[in-house]
């Protein structure tokens, strides 16, 4: 790339390389590579420190038998681990958070993608109504869930009365009991998070090129062909960004499960993994069973992200 | 379930620390629940403690099983004024089971603690001094609903505490909660006997753990026999202890 240099300046730049006096030798620099280490290095550190060290330091703690507070602790190698294969509580709550899991980012994925479809159309008010639906992603955890117990409250809830009003029912039903309180956490958690696959997939839905649906229709496509051959593979690139992300939010999920299950003695039925790690560490005092319970929930994740991966990125040529 | 199995006679922990959730006064605890619930409102499982007040002070439940002074001040807080009062809301004596002599109660605790390593701990012990003087504390006991009984018995006897309004309204509850301390029958959770403060240090972790609230939803939700509850409950108690090393072998 040339530049254009006045005389004047030409030939200030010669009289100050000639000022130069030889000195033999040039004068230290470093090379370019340790320039750029040294520039990342603190970004490295605070990486190092905040992110790499508790980790390891929570893998290095998961091989100890360790009071969450005090701090003897004494070295047990796997124990932990034998005991968690061992323990039916700790499979219960895998069962339990994998279907919380699955249905909520099942139920969050066909109702985002249906959202953002109807929001991407145009109709008066559309933009207002596009604000109304990130809302309950906006909204605290902890309101969300007061608001939403009220609501599914068996004797006083808004929702039973209005059931029963309508004669759907004649008995108000139990939202927090043994039998729906499960139903009850996933209906709350896709209303709390669809808002996120929402906002991606009405991202992309607008940068779709308007050419390929006039082309589909000239080839005589519906409505719905136009969906499953034209939207749909656009959205492939974003739909798997989401369900990757979500998947991992909603296995390691706790403010909610948490918030839900605050008394009653229901507590037991949507004790998902993350809230028995919880418990193990903070009402057991057993930081290196909890410990060893995040390392299996970290490798399960990282299992299942590399298979999501493998799987998709060859399949789809991602 | 400290105060129940108190209440059949039985403990939770002998000497060793081992649990005696086997026991047959145990399993008469776990029948007992097994009968109550028959009597319990369908999806009572959903509810927590401020919920089962709640359904007893907006008049959809007529008793509820467990309550403490401190409902006082939810009921005085929620429900019409005419109705807070102990003539609306009265208290029953505690069950006593078939292998019991007599009711074991759980008290709501006031701990203060001074930590050994802590700066300044003469003028903590001098502020709680000052604290617990009648007419500061009366302060306290008057502001404070959930508080209801002082645990200073110059200020449960002074004629000041006695005339505050809320204790006239709540007279019923005072007497019956003095009547089981006079009798040495209120012991914190999970304690059975006073010894139990000192010797079994891991109560708390017993009670954080949800073991025993797991034994008895699973003979109250999943239909279970109490044995077989009682058994689970006895294993993963023995492992904590274990692992913690309050019991041995």
């Known amino acids: 790339m040339s530049r254009c240099v006045s005389p004047a300046h030409r030939e200030r730049r010669a009289r100050s390389e000639r000022a130069v006096p030889s000195m033999g030798s040039e004068p230290f620099r470093l090379p370019e590579a340790a320039v750029g280490f040294l520039l990342i290095l603190p970004a490295i550190l605070l990486l190092l420190s905040l992110t ?30 034998i005991f968690l294969l061992r323990d039916p509580e700790f499979w219960a709550s895998v069962w339990r958070g994998t279907v919380y899991a699955l249905s909520t980012i099942m139920l969050q994925i066909v109702l985002g993608v249906g959202a953002a479809l109807l929001l991407n159309e145009l109709f008066p008010g559309r933009n207002i109504l596009r604000g109304i639906v990130i809302f309950p992603y906006v909204v605290p955890t902890v309101v969300a869930v007061i608001v939403w117990k009220w609501l599914l409250n068996s004797r006083f809830g808004l929702i039973n009365y209005l059931i029963e009003k309508a ?54 496509g519906n409505a719905w062909q136009r969906f499953v051959y034209v939207t749909l593979p656009q959205l492939k690139s974003v739909l798997f960004v989401i369900v990757l992300l979500r998947s991992i939010w909603m296995f390691t999920k706790f403010d909610t499960p948490w918030l839900m299950i605050q008394g009653g003695g229901a507590e037991t039925y949507i004790r998902t993994l993350p809230i028995y790690t919880y418990m193990r560490t903070f009402a057991y ?20 992200a590399v298979l999501y991966f493998r799987i998709w990125r060859r399949e789809e040529n991602l | 379930m400290g105060e129940l199995i108190k209440s059949n006679g039985g403990a939770l922990f002998d000497k060793s620390n081992k649990p005696l959730f ?95 390593d802590a700066k300044h701990q003469k003028e903590a012990i001098e502020f709680l001094k000052f604290f617990y003087q009648d007419d500061n504390y009366l302060e306290y006991v008057s502001t404070v609903p959930i508080h209801l009984f002082p ?56 009670l954080g753990s949800g073991i025993v609230r797991d034994m008895v939803m699973d003979v109250v939700l999943e239909k279970w026999e109490p044995k077989r509850a009682a058994e689970k409950a006895q294993r993963r108690l023995e492992d904590l202890l274990r692992s913690k090393g309050y019991l041995k072998g």
């Open chain 1, 52 to 81: 790499l060290y508790p980790v390891l330091y929570g893998v290095w703690i998961s091989f100890f038998n360790k009071h969450s507070f005090f701090p003897q602790q004494t070295f047990i190698w796997l124990d932990n681990y």
């Open chain 1, 167 to 220: 004669g759907l029912v004649d008995q108000p039903i139990s939202f927090m009991g043994k039998d729906w309180i499960m139903v009850s956490l996933i209906i709350v958690s896709v209303w709390q998070f669809f808002p996120f696959v929402v906002i991606g997939v009405l991202a992309r839905l607008q940068t779709i090129p308007e050419e390929l649906y006039d082309a589909a229709k000239v080839d005589g």
């Open chain 1, 285 to 304: 005092y057993e930081a290196g069973l909890g410990s060893a319970m995040a390392v299996v929930m970290f490798l399960a994740l990282a299992g299942a």
């Open chain 2, 22 to 116: 086997t026991d047959q006064k145990m399993i008469e605890v776990l029948e007992f629940w097994r009968e109550l619930v028959k009597y319990a409102p369908p999806g009572w499982e959903g509810d927590g403690y401020l919920q089962t007040f709640q359904n007893l002070y907006g008049q959809k439940a007529a008793m509820m099983f467990q309550g403490y002074g401190r409902g006082a001040g939810l009921i005085e807080k929620f429900a019409p004024k005419e109705m807070a009062n102990d003539k609306t809301f009265d208290v029953w004596s505690k069950p006593v089971g078939p292998s019991g002599k007599e009711p074991g109660v759980q008290v709501d605790e006031e701990p203060w603690m001074l930590f050994k």
């Open chain 2, 151 to 206: 645990i200073t018995k110059s200020l449960r006897a002074s004629p000041k505490y006695q005339n505050l309004e809320m204790i006239q309204r709540w007279k019923g509850w005072i007497e019956v909660q003095q009547g089981y301390l006079d009798k040495d029958q209120g012991k914190p959770t999970l304690v059975v006997d006073w010894s139990d403060m000192t010797e079994k240090p891991y109560l708390l972790e017993v």
